[in-house]
């Protein structure tokens, strides 16, 4: 037999013993994006491809190689977003949200890079983002900074690094990327093809290259942090001082670069050994020339993305699996008659204790019997006949010694309520 048709390679299914994994950490997420004042903002995945070339920069690989671009049926060239940054500019933009105003928003989704698929590298991948824009100084650094930290503390995730460098204004920049390229000019025939090439395009990415072989020419290359100027070193200065004063380590790494070309000044990156290569848990930085690149005026934003497989993958290491939350009540429907009562009566009851996970079973006897057993809930409820005829349940207390009862229909929510305590009164309306 043919085999059944299968997932896209690097696109994956999250199945259902995972959800409750991801779905915790979306309610923390949302908890603390709340607490620090930042509203969602809802993202289409589909943008024109000249928004990524602009913004991520058409010497990066991600533009490169990586997105997915098609023609549609208008022949516009579209691309599913590799990344959330630049939509949630040009939404700003084309809103005017940091009109005379800042803004402090959040975004979680789906981002597609034609990667080569690995352990933590896919091709669909999830990203929950924060950006805020409006906001020039150090101050709104420190917050995202201590925001991400906030949140690895409620994950009860530790041992993350931060990694901390400045890139500096463009002017700063293009000054030190021409000595850089001086320098490296003087090594090129050490350097590897894919360096070679960067040479040309994109000089600050080889600073990035994970070949062995380059290590030592690398450390002795000119370091960014040099070439700044007084406002610049200003800004450095005073986020380290703040993240001082807050009790949040990092390192200074002038190596970090990132792999989009947006970024000025401060860039981050908090990163785990526990993942292997695919170390990078979270990152961001400042892009403050962005918004004047995509053709609107000038407004300062900085921002930070999760890797959301990644940081579930480093709680799982670190913390343990989360499990599905458990069964409260079986309703065993025994027969036709049964079941059409009984799926009247399951939703009076769903109505009057909204917070109860309650399952309604059919099938043979012994297998129902078999499933309720299984199931881990509370208690089984049973519709046969007799209690059809009667107008009762028989309730088995799957959990507990005790001897099985049988009451009236309408006595139901109570005996439930009262052998379930997390179901607590004020959850149930009483409702019959
Ligand atoms: P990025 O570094 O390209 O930055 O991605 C951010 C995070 O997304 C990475 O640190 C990693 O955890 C995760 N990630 C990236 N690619 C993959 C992949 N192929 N598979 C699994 N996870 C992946 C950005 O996207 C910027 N938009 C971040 C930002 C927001 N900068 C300012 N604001």
């Not at 037999?1 to 915790?24: E, S």
């Not at 969602?40 to 943008?47: G, M, N, S, T």
């Not at 023609?71 to 933009?93: H, I, K, M, Q, Y």
């Not at 579930?312 to 059409?340: D, F, N, R």
Request: with cysteine.
């Amino acid at each position: 037999m043919a085999q059944p048709l299968q997932a896209i390679r690097g696109m994956h299914d999250v199945l259902p013993a995972q959800t409750p994994a991801w779905q915790r950490l979306e309610a923390a997420v949302r908890q603390l994006v709340q607490a620090y004042s930042y509203a969602e903002i809802r993202l289409p995945l589909v943008e024109s491809t000249t928004l990524f070339e602009r913004s991520i920069g058409a010497a990066t690989d991600i533009v490169e190689k990586e997105m997915y671009t098609f023609t549609d049926r208008n022949g516009d060239r579209l691309t599913l977003r590799p990344e959330g940054t630049a939509s949630c500019l040009r939404a700003v933009l084309q809103h005017g949200l940091a009109h005379n105003q800042t803004q402090r928003l959040w975004y979680q989704g789906p981002m597609f890079r034609h990667e080569r698929p690995q352990q933590g590298r896919y091709r669909q991948f999830q990203q929950i983002g924060v950006e805020a824009y409006g906001l020039p100084g150090p101050a709104i650094d420190a917050e995202l900074i201590l925001l991400s930290a906030h949140l690895w503390r409620r994950l009860g995730i530790r041992g993350l690094t931060l990694q901390l460098n400045t890139l500096g204004t463009p002017s700063e920049r293009a000054r030190y990327r021409e000595q850089l390229v001086v320098y490296l000019t003087q090594y090129a025939d050490q350097l590897d093809a894919d360096s070679q090439r960067r040479l040309q395009t994109n000089p600050l990415r080889i600073l990035d290259s994970k070949n062995p072989a380059l290590a030592d020419l690398i450390a002795a290359a000119p370091v960014l942090t040099d070439y700044l100027e007084e406002a610049s070193q200003a800004h450095f200065a005073q986020l380290q001082a703040m993240l001082d004063a807050a009790g949040v380590a990092y390192v200074l790494n002038p190596r970090l670069v990132r792999g989009l070309d947006y970024y000025t000044r401060t860039v981050f990156e908090w990163t785990t050994d526990v993942l292997g290569a695919q170390g990078t848990v979270c990152a961001g930085g400042r892009y403050d020339g962005l918004a004047r690149q995509l053709g609107g005026r000038d407004i300062p934003g900085i921002g930070f993305a999760i890797g959301v497989e990644r940081i579930l993958a480093v709680q799982a290491a670190l913390v343990g699996t989360v499990q599905s939350p458990e069964l409260h009540v079986c309703l065993l429907m025994l027969g036709a008659e049964a079941e059409i009562a009984g799926l009247a009566l399951s939703e009076r009851l769903r109505a009057a204790l909204p917070q109860m996970r309650l399952q309604t079973l059919v099938g043979s006897v012994k297998s129902q019997f078999r499933q309720a057993d299984r199931s881990g809930a509370s208690l089984a409820c049973i519709l046969g006949s007799d209690e059809l005829a009667a107008g009762t349940v028989t309730v088995k207390y799957l959990r507990e010694e005790r001897a099985q009862v049988t009451v009236a229909q309408d006595q139901l929510t109570d005996v439930i309520r009262d052998a379930v305590p997390d179901l607590s009164e004020k959850n149930g309306s009483g409702v019959r």
